[in-house]
């Protein structure tokens, strides 16, 4: 017998994780590992090592890179199309692999001759974060047109010990609700057709093994950086692994290709790690540093933020935002947004989207005197727009009805009132550019705040099909003309809080709104789900108004200020109507985050749990070894204790040959609810200039002394390696 002849590999290699695929003659590159980095690949084929079972087809059928439907693989396939109900099987024959850097970007192209495709995958391992990208292309090149029903952008392989699966639900006001599966034989999928990423199917999740903490332990997690429809499923396989796929969820007839044309899908942003969820939330968080756009080339201190959106509404008149910007400013405000009610006709939300320019009854000469007056305050200016949307009362609907997304004879839906244009639409496009390039040209505009606030239906284009995928590419160019006319101008993206944050519309936006519920209790929990796939700068994290508008909840000014200061600090309420003692305690906070935000938005974020109702994240830089130097700490109790007395907190990240000083920060004029009394002289030590000086080891397994304290406050301390 002649001897089988050793197999090929393709593999990428990142600092701490492999991938690592077979080259099989004439098939598809089989799926062999993904996981902790490997010295070298294995030393013989899959089909060399695996007896096949009885009643089973003669040849072996393992996961490939695209599994295809109707030639013998009986799982989820990365690829369902036909030609008016022919070719609806595909086999790919012919495998091209081209690096363009080896062992870390390559693209495997694959042809069916037969079915007349050609599919490329594009993989990429960064070497420093382990974030491994994908994405697919299809080109038609048949004479007759493809219908694709179904394109992943990528298919990944899991390990047999993957075990539950960790996803976010949730609804405005109540994003980022954590939901935990244990996989099983049956499968698991999450799909939005909302048109959005949606607040309630975040398109990405976290697969853990037995084992996985928040800071150990083998975790995997995918993203899909997409606005639009999605699509992710967890299948089972038979030998005991699984496969796990992502992509955008077609609407009928938006996959149709005519002869020659070609499909991309949307990018996945892939990472496993062995440091548990917060190893892998670093690599998410450095992948996304590195592609943010920002203007000028780099991020710069993140900006105090006062929107007027809860301190006024619709009601904004010149005399009393000026009113607003100047208590803005004496507190310590930075940039002064001025949300939805600006514009003509605006003063409520039945009427006047669509119509960008200044309201005659409101600003008679126009935006320039206030924003002259914000400039010199010493603060930058922004303005909100909603330019995908439209209410039937308004002038544009007027002259363009035909402009909104509608199907024939269907009636039109609306949502706040509001419809949504077609901006796929050169005309349309063009229009709104024209408006918002208008204002930013007249004046120093430096922010947008770009709003979203409703699911697309009836998102008929002009000629009857489907819009969905057309719209979210439409708003994806728009945003890049914007940016690429006004370089200097930050965009924010908001969509009724919370539904439309991904890694797709950040190529475009350096801040995400990241819920409409500022009730700071609320937050903590949406603020720790945002933050295992998102750095805290991008975060927009607000002091609201002491009575919670969304919830109606009232907290201490010293907990909503400290809830807000774990990421993009900012200020929505009516800063004219605070107390004296209420004005001077929140540009303390300020001034407090103005110091520290240096630390906040670079390094690392960790976050833990005590099951005694408290919640921790720590914010720090680590050295070569791995272990932390600087670290601030922010540790919330969101429940009365359970305890008699409160547990320690064990601190994972400090270096256990070091000593650490240790000081609690609390800024001047923080009132204290009644009953935070800690008498024990531990933090009286705390609270002196010196702090207290104590081993990194103690503190990594016995744990840091936490005070006895009442529900919704917070603890803050700043340890230092000496």
């Known amino acids: 017998m002649t001897a089988a002849k050793p197999p090929k590999y393709l593999s990428l290699h990142g600092q701490n994780t492999s991938l690592v695929l077979e080259l099989p003659v004439g098939e598809a590159p089989i799926w062999r590992y993904w996981g902790p980095k490997l010295r070298d690949e294995a030393p013989h084929g899959l089909r060399a090592s695996r007896p096949l079972p009885s009643f089973m087809l003669d040849l072996d059928q393992p996961l490939t890179l695209a599994p295809s439907f109707g030639v013998g693989w009986f799982g989820q396939s990365a690829l369902l199309a036909h030609r008016n109900g022919q070719a609806f099987a595909q086999a790919f024959t012919q495998c091209d692999v081209h690096w363009d850097v080896p062992e870390q970007s390559v693209r495997v192209v694959l042809t069916d001759p037969l079915a007349a495709i050609e599919l490329t995958v594009h993989l990429s391992m960064d070497r420093q974060s382990d974030v491994l990208t994908m994405k697919s292309s299809l080109r038609n090149l048949g004479d007759t047109a493809l219908d694709v029903q179904w394109l992943a952008a990528g298919t990944l392989l899991l390990p047999a010990q993957a075990q539950n699966v960790r996803s976010y639900a949730g609804q405005h006001n109540h994003e980022f609700l954590l939901q935990t599966d244990k996989l099983s034989r049956s499968l698991w999928r999450r799909e939005s057709r909302r048109g959005r990423t949606s ?103 993140r900006p105090v933020h006062l929107n007027t959106w809860e301190g006024f509404y619709f009601d904004v008149y010149p005399d009393k935002v000026k009113e607003l910007a100047t208590a803005a400013a004496a507190v310590g405000v930075e940039r002064f947004v001025l949300d939805d009610g600006w514009f003509h006709g605006r003063h409520h939300d039945r009427a006047a989207l669509g119509d960008w320019w200044p309201d005659e009854s409101k600003f008679p000469q126009g935006l320039g005197d206030l924003v002259s007056h914000v400039n010199a305050l010493g603060m930058e200016f922004g303005l909100w727009f909603e330019p995908e949307m439209i209410n039937p009362d308004s002038d544009l609907y007027r002259a363009h009805p035909d402009w909104a997304l509608q199907l024939a004879g269907r009636p039109l839906i609306t949502a706040r009132n509001q419809l949504v244009l077609d901006i796929s639409r050169p005309e349309v496009s063009d229009y709104l550019f024209v408006k918002i390039d208008a204002l930013l040209s007249a004046q120093p505009i430096r922010y947008i705040k770009w709003d979203h606030n409703r699911d697309l239906t009836t998102a008929g284009l002009h000629d009857g099909t489907a819009g969905y995928r057309a719209q979210v590419h439409a708003a994806y160019a728009l945003f890049a003309r914007i940016r690429a006319a006004h370089p200097e101008v930050e965009i924010e993206s908001c969509s009724g809080g919370g539904g439309r944050i991904d890694f797709g519309v950040l190529r475009h936006t350096h801040r995400v709104w990241t819920s409409d519920c500022i009730d700071a209790l609320s937050r903590v929990d949406i603020q720790r789900g945002f933050l295992q796939f998102f750095p805290p700068e ?46 001077a305690e929140l540009k303390a906070w300020i001034q407090m985050y103005k110091g520290l935000r240096d630390r906040l938005h670079h390094g690392q974020v960790w976050q833990g749990a005590i099951d005694d109702g408290i919640v921790w994240q720590a914010h720090g830089d680590v050295d070569v070894t791995g272990m932390a130097s600087d670290v601030l700490l922010l540790v919330y109790r969101t429940q009365p204790t359970n305890h008699r007395y409160t547990p320690r907190l064990p601190l994972p990240m400090l270096d256990t040959q070091a000593n650490y000083r240790l000081q609690q920060l609390l800024p001047e004029g923080t009132v204290l609810p009644t009953g935070q009394h800690n008498t024990a002289p531990f933090f009286d030590a705390l609270n002196a200039a010196d702090g207290v000086v104590l081993d990194g080891g103690w503190l990594r397994h016995a744990g840091l002394p936490l005070p006895r304290t009442q529900a919704e406050t917070a603890f803050i301390v700043r340890m230092t390696r000496v």
């Open 538 to 583: 991008i975060m927009g994290a607000h002091v609201g108004s002491a009575r919670a508008h969304t919830t109606g909840r009232t907290q201490s000014m010293a907990f909503r200020a400290a809830v807000a200061l774990s990421g993009h600090f900012g200020v929505e309420l009516d800063a004219r109507i605070l107390s004296e003692a209420d004005a």
């Open 199 to 301: 607040h309630d199917c975040f398109p990405g999740a976290v697969v853990t093994t037995d084992g996985t903490t928040e800071s150990a332990g083998l975790v995997y997690g995918a993203h899909l950086a997409w606005s639009g429809n999605h699509q992710q499923t967890i299948e089972w396989l038979h030998d005991a692994q699984y496969q796990w796929q992502m992509g955008e969820w077609l609407a009928p007839g938006e996959g149709l290709l005519a002869a020659g044309a070609g499909l991309q899908t949307p990018e996945i942003v892939a990472s496993c790690s062995t440091q548990g969820l917060n190893g892998l939330a670093a690599n998410f968080h450095a992948e996304l540093r590195q592609r943010l756009n920002w203007p000028g080339g780099q991020m710069r201190p």
